[in-house]
């Protein structure tokens, strides 16, 4: 409660709580509020500009843009959420462990950094290129494994660090086993820089998201998304911009709501860097 | 220097086979028979099983492993199924474009970065610096393709300043002038970009402020822009142009988003309309030759490092 306290007190922080209530509520409502249901085509509406019975105006199928923008939150927050899992998941007990064991932390890492090398978008593109077929399970699985590597990248160090403590040692030295230090002594310790990672890879998550459905090959273009939204409204890029416009603002949103919000943690969590920020 | 050298080469050697190696697992982890997926359910077994003997399918893992490096130590990258060429051929087509594409946004992360960075510092906790910080997250948070299609519209579509789309080689017809044609993509890839490096510069310029030869400096009554200039600012440039280097790496490669919204004739349009036809020996090649170029200018950043700092050396 007092961390909640203290980060309401900066302007940007609160700007990002609020935004982040908002848009998660409009995740929660939108299907029982949109003025029309996402896949309602109306053809003699097509590519109506904003206007009152059309706010963020319609499509080249005659759908209502701000029920579709509204209604594409939904699936940002379950993949940005789910990814975010996935690496926590996996990224976690291998962080802790590579980096409390040396030897596993040497191999661990080296492959790590040779996976680092590949750009995470060509990397997810090639995962959805192995699975076959857009799906929102092949998304989360593509963009769950481009982001553990970071997260492991995280635990592993901030274990090198808490490893050398005297409270371990302490541990060590009354006959405390591996697995209950691991457990009890360094497990907690890791929560804030875990969460601050979360935080991040959870905005990194939706822009890949939104990015792998903008060239075509993420979720199935059934389902309205931002992306995908995006990535019809191309062709009609110059006469009718509201298309592009809006799930674009939504998305951008959202994304600095996670950074501002990661950042605002990662000063409170770790006070080294309090003096320079 | 030398020791140095050779230790970090060697690392470099370890982390080129570890490439090599994750992107011919990647493409044993594709589902089924890529041969009989590729010639479609009309195809004959014999089809079937000719295909699989042209590429080796027929033959046991480890033993396509050491062909697959062989071909690669012989500078063959594949064909790609689709185009019938050689995919380093096809790389090489683009790689104008996509290193073009890559100074030019280089340009933008530096000046709006650095610049913005040292502005903020030189001001730490006023108005200013804030804006500045804010200005950055938000240029994080912007999904490129966004910000690119929104320039097109303004730039393009509404004030016809830049070309929309496509590029041709600066060699051939037009010349320098189809640089034009990557002013767009080059901006909204190097706003999204900046952010990294206005933060880097910041931290690293505020750090250097604080160190005693600055305040020496100042005692001696040196004016501040001498200060600024010759004492900070050439001990803040170490880590700025690491962060710099690593932007321009990940600016080469992950372009891909970006070329595909401005039709560029990239190697990240290359990969994409790959993976649209399931055109698995191209993404292959095209993994493999980004992830090397990522290896290589990541060897070449700790050398200058090394070059600069040369406390770095003895680690």
Redesign the interface.
């Known amino acids: 409660m007092t961390l909640l306290r203290s980060m309401f007190r900066r302007k940007?922080t609160t700007f990002a709580l609020v935004l982040l209530i908002l848009l998660l509520l409009i995740a929660a409502v939108s299907p029982w509020v949109v003025p029309y249901p996402a896949g309602a085509l109306e053809l003699s509406h097509r590519l109506l500009s904003p206007r009152s019975v059309h706010p963020f105006g319609t499509d080249h199928f005659g759908r209502d843009i701000l029920s579709r923008t509204l209604i594409g939150s939904r699936i940002t927050f379950l993949l940005g959420i789910s990814i975010s899992l996935f690496a926590l998941f996996f990224g976690v007990p291998i962080g802790i462990v590579s980096g409390y064991y040396d030897r596993v932390g040497l191999v661990v890492m080296?492959?790590i950094?040779?996976?680092m090398?590949?750009?995470?978008?060509?990397?997810a593109?090639?995962?959805?290129?192995?699975f076959?077929r857009p799906g929102i399970l092949n998304v989360i699985i593509a963009l769950g494994l481009v982001w553990t590597p970071q997260m492991i990248r995280v635990v592993y160090s901030s274990t090198l660090s808490i490893r050398e403590a005297g409270y371990i040692e302490a541990a060590r030295a009354i006959g405390t086993g591996p697995v209950q230090i691991l457990l009890h002594h360094v497990a907690p310790n890791l929560l804030s820089p875990v969460i601050v990672q979360a935080t991040f890879s959870f905005?990194l998550s939706i822009?890949g998201a939104?990015?792998l459905d903008?060239?075509?090959?993420g979720i199935p273009p059934t389902i309205p998304s931002w992306g995908t939204m995006?990535n019809e409204g191309?062709m009609y890029?110059?006469r009718a911009?509201w298309i592009?416009?809006f799930p674009?603002i939504f998305?951008?949103?959202t994304?600095?709501s996670f950074?501002?919000l990661g950042?605002a943690l990662r000063d409170r969590l770790d006070p080294r860097l309090r003096r320079?920020? | 220097m030398g020791p140095y050298l050779l230790r970090r080469g060697a690392g470099m050697l370890v982390s080129c086979v570890l490439v090599i190696t994750i992107t011919f697992l990647l493409m044993e982890l594709i589902p089924g028979d890529p041969a009989a997926v590729l010639l479609g359910p009309d195809a004959t077994p014999e089809q079937v099983d000719a295909l699989r003997a042209s590429w080796g399918l027929d033959r046991p893992g480890i033993v396509r492993y050491g062909f697959y490096i062989r071909n690669i130590l012989r500078g063959e990258l594949g064909r790609s199924v689709f185009l019938d060429q050689p995919v380093l051929k096809m790389i090489g087509e683009r790689a104008e474009t996509s290193l073009l594409l890559g100074l030019l946004s280089l340009l933008v992360v530096v000046g709006l970065g650095v610049s913005a960075g040292i502005t903020a510092a030189l001001r730490p906790r006023t108005w200013t610096d804030s804006a500045l910080l804010f200005v950055a997250l938000l240029g994080a948070s912007l999904p490129s393709f966004w910000l690119g299609l929104m320039l097109m519209i303004a730039f393009a579509g509404r004030l016809h300043w830049f070309p929309s789309s496509g590029f041709s080689s600066i060699f051939g017809a037009g010349g320098l002038a189809n640089l034009r044609n990557l002013v767009l993509p080059a901006l909204s890839l190097g706003f999204v970009n900046a952010a990294l490096v206005a933060r880097t510069s910041r931290s690293s310029m505020l750090d250097v402020l604080q160190a005693e030869y600055v305040t020496t400096a100042r005692a001696k009554g040196l004016a501040e822009n001498v200060v600024i200039a010759k004492h900070a600012l050439r001990n803040a440039a170490i880590p700025i142009l690491t962060v710099v280097s690593f932007t321009f790496a990940s600016l080469v490669s992950g372009a891909v988003v970006t070329e595909n919204v401005f039709a560029l004739p990239g190697v990240g349009s290359l990969i994409v309309q790959s993976v649209l036809k399931r055109d698995y020996p191209t993404i292959q090649g095209v993994m493999l030759a980004v992830a090397i170029f990522y290896v290589l200018v990541n060897f070449a950043t700790d050398m200058l490092y090394a070059f600069l700092d040369p406390r770095i050396r003895y680690r």
């Open positions: 940007a080296r492959l950094d040779a996976l090398a590949f750009p995470a978008i060509i990397l593109l090639a995962f959805m290129a192995i076959g905005a822009l939104a990015a903008f060239l075509g090959v995006m191309r890029v110059v911009p592009i416009l674009g998305l951008a949103l994304v600095l950074n501002l950042d320079l920020l």
